[in-house]
Structure formats: structure tokens, C-alpha cells
Nanobody
Framework: QVRLVQSGGGLVQPGGSLRLSCVAS????????MGWYRQAPGEQREWVAV???????NYADSVKGRFTISRDNAKNTVYLQMNSLKPEDTAAYYC?????????????WGQGTQVTVGS
């Protein structure tokens, strides 16, 4: 079992920056692929970024070049640095931990944190 606790988020003006953090419980954090998703009101949850257990990263086209995902395995923490924020980035952001082993998939979610981009 993995518990994910998120922090960060809030209200920021267009063009501004925010950093989200997600701290995981347990001792196997480094074996999980960690991701960020977001969900705007009335919309489906969409994938934003992922960093694998090996450190490879990938981003949705909508955030590529503006957002950076990183992880600190010593702190059991994954980050999402968001720069050049746009109003369309407004959403609830969710941290995700995923691990696939033979015969089973383990998938955990953070509690969500609101990001609002506006003046």
C-alpha cells in the first residue's frame, strides 16, 4: 500500500509558475513510475507527465516545454514544476504511482490539489 500526499498549487497569474509536490509513504517508492494527471471541471482526467522508475520522462503535448517532472527517491517525492502557466492549465492536479509486476498492477492516487491560473 502506498499513500500519496500532495502539496503546492493555488492561484497564479498567467505566465506565472507553481511547483507541486507529492510525498509517498513506504519503502518502495523508487520502483514506481510516478505521474501527474489533471482534471478540469466537466472534463475527463487527462495525463500530464510521467517519470519512470528509471528516470525517463514524458509529457503531454499541451505542457511540453513548460512543465518539468522530477523525483527525489531519497525523499520519496515527485515534483511538477509548472512554468508559463496558462488559464487552460486550471484544473485539479493528481499525483499517481504505478507499478506493474507479473500478474498485478498497483495504482495509487494522491488527494488532488487545485491549480487556478487567472488574474
Amino acid at each position: 500500500q502506498v499513500r500519496l500526499v500532495q502539496s503546492g498549487g493555488g492561484l497564479v497569474q498567467p505566465g506565472g509558475s507553481l511547483r507541486l509536490s507529492c510525498v509517498a509513504s513506504g519503502s518502495s517508492f523508487s520502483t514506481y513510475d510516478m505521474g501527474w494527471y489533471r482534471q478540469a471541471p466537466g472534463e475527463q482526467r487527462e495525463w500530464v507527465a510521467v517519470i519512470t522508475s528509471g528516470g525517463d520522462t514524458n509529457y503531454a503535448d499541451s505542457v511540453k516545454g513548460r512543465f518539468t517532472i522530477s523525483r527525489d527517491n531519497a525523499k520519496n517525492t515527485v515534483y511538477l514544476q509548472m512554468n508559463s502557466l496558462k488559464p487552460e492549465d486550471t484544473a485539479a492536479y493528481y499525483c499517481n504511482a504505478r507499478r506493474v509486476v507479473v500478474g498485478a498492477t498497483y495504482n495509487y492516487w494522491g488527494q488532488g490539489t487545485q491549480v487556478t491560473v487567472g488574474s
